[in-house]
């Protein structure tokens, strides 16, 4: 497979799905994540950008592609299900315009957690080859 984009991001990292307040009434909704994801999803967001320029995408990958996503953790204190921890990568990838829309990730194989290492992510994208 054709490697797109590659990236490690050093600290744990945090999900967003479970992570934020919702306040006010009606129409007037303001979700608030937790200090520690904004730090992270900050963080994140910077490093991603830079590998963005090595990588030399200029333009956000407008196909399908396959993601592959290696969270390491120092132990199994505060574990996340694997299937929330795809959604602040896979939603960075978009805001930082390495890909046009997530919803081209098609494919999520070999994705894993690791413990007993430092903590940090992984993320690879290939072309996805049906």
Not at 71 to 79: D, G
Request: positive net charge; glycine residues 6%.
């Amino acid at each position: 497979m054709e490697l797109l984009f590659k990236c490690q991001i050093d600290g744990r990292c945090y999900i967003k799905k479970n992570q934020k307040r919702i306040f006010g009434r009606g129409k007037r909704k303001v979700i608030v994540y937790t200090p520690e994801f904004r730090q992270w999803e900050s963080r994140a967001l910077s490093v991603i950008l830079i590998q963005k320029k090595i990588f030399g995408i200029y333009e956000p990958i407008d196909y399908f592609v396959h993601a592959k996503y290696t969270f390491s953790f120092e132990n199994h204190l505060s574990e996340a299900d694997l299937s929330n921890l795809f959604e602040g990568p896979s939603d960075l990838l978009e805001k930082s315009g390495v890909i046009k829309n997530d919803k081209l990730i098609h494919s999520y194989d070999g994705s894993r957690k690791l413990f007993g290492q430092r903590s940090g992510l992984l993320v690879e994208l290939f072309k996805f080859i049906e």
